[in-house]
Structures are given as C-alpha cells and as structure tokens.
Nanobody
Framework: QVQLVESGGGLVQAGGSLSLSCGASGGTFSNFALGWLRQAPGKEREFVAAITRSGAYANYANSVKSRFTISRDNAKNTLYLQMNSLKPEDTAVYYC???????????????????WGQGTQVTVSS
C-alpha cells in the first residue's frame, strides 16, 4: 500500500496551463506503476495518462495526447502531470493512482489501480 496526496489543482482559463503533483508515502515508490485519472461531474472516472515504474514509458488518452505530459521523480516520491492548452472539457477532479507491479507495464484502466489519492479539482473556464 502507498498513500497518495495530489496538489496543484485550480481555476485556469482555456488555453492556459496547470501542473499537478502527487506525493507518495508508505511504500517503495519505484515499485509502483502510476497513473492520472479524472472524473467530470455526472461522468464516470476515466483514464488520462500512465507511466511505468522507471518513468521510461508513458501512454495517454487520445483526448489529452500532445497536450499533457506525465512524469515521475522516484528520488522525490512524486508524480507529475503537466497540462497545457487546457480546454473546458478538461474540467474534472484529477486523481493519481498506483499499482504495485513486479514488471514494467502501463495500466490504462481505472480498474487496474488499487491505491488512490483524494483528488484535486481542475476547472477550465471558457
């Protein structure tokens, strides 16, 4: 198990940028594949981006590809999400999530993760 705490959410205008962070404690951070997921009002939680244990590989939902960048710093036990060219449809609560794995897989489904943060609100105004 690992405890996750997101930060960095807020209100931004369309076209702007925002950077999210997720600090981890209670586990060996580098043993976990990580991801960002989000949930908009009235919608199901959806995958945004994922990154392998080492940070060497990442994948993205089509809706955010080329605008968002996921990264991690295993020395600082921190996951990041850089969000550029934000759109009103990016408005959601953003969650970081973790899954302990012996391998180097990427996980693109909400059901893949068993450790979750409390979420941080991102609101993009038009």
């Amino acid at each position: 198990q690992v405890q996750l705490v997101e930060s960095g959410g807020g209100l931004v205008q369309a076209g702007g940028s925002l950077s999210l962070s997720c600090g981890a404690s209670g586990g060996t951070f580098s043993n976990f594949a990580l991801g960002w997921l989000r949930q908009a009002p009235g919608k199901e939680r959806e995958f945004v981006a994922a990154i392998t244990r080492s940070g060497a590989y990442a994948n993205y939902a089509n809706s955010v590809k080329s605008r968002f960048t996921i990264s991690r710093d295993n020395a600082k036990n921190t996951l990041y999400l850089q969000m550029n060219s934000l759109k009103p449809e990016d408005t959601a609560v953003y969650y970081c999530a973790a899954r302990s794995t012996p391998g180097y897989s990427l996980y693109g489904s909400t059901n893949d993760y068993n450790n979750w943060g409390q979420g941080t609100q991102v609101t993009v105004s038009s």
